[in-house]
């Protein structure tokens, strides 16, 4: 005879199990987003305290705080970025490659 028991889940256990909000708050500081992994706007701001003035290039969703807080953006022709940039009157520059961002910062 098997030793395996039929359970039969009832409505309460069925529901789908709910999901923790995962959070890193080692990567946080006061006045982040907190809805990112990894806030770009927090490296670009740790930089700015440096001293550095921050250019920022990117393209998509991920991108979206970093370039808030950068000093100048470069948001890649097709990607998400430029709308987003656009719609919040925020200034950039539209490139489609890296080397033309570079060819504008020669050595
Ligand atoms: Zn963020």
Do not use: Y
Not at 36 to 56: D, M, N, W
Not at 64 to 73: P, Q, S
């Amino acid at each position: 005879m098997s030793s395996k028991t039929k359970t039969t889940a009832t409505k309460e256990e069925a529901k789908p199990a709910l999901v923790p909000k995962l959070r890193f708050p080692e990567f946080h500081e006061a006045g982040d987003c907190g809805f990112c992994g990894t806030c770009k706007a927090h490296v670009v701001r740790a930089l700015q305290r440096a001293g550095h003035k921050v250019l920022f290039c990117g393209d998509g969703t991920s991108d979206r705080h970093g370039a808030e807080a950068a000093d100048a953006v470069f948001a890649r022709e097709g990607g998400s970025l430029v709308r987003w940039c656009a719609e919040r009157s925020i200034p950039h520059t539209v490139f489609r490659s890296f080397d033309e961002v570079m060819d504008r910062f020669p050595a």
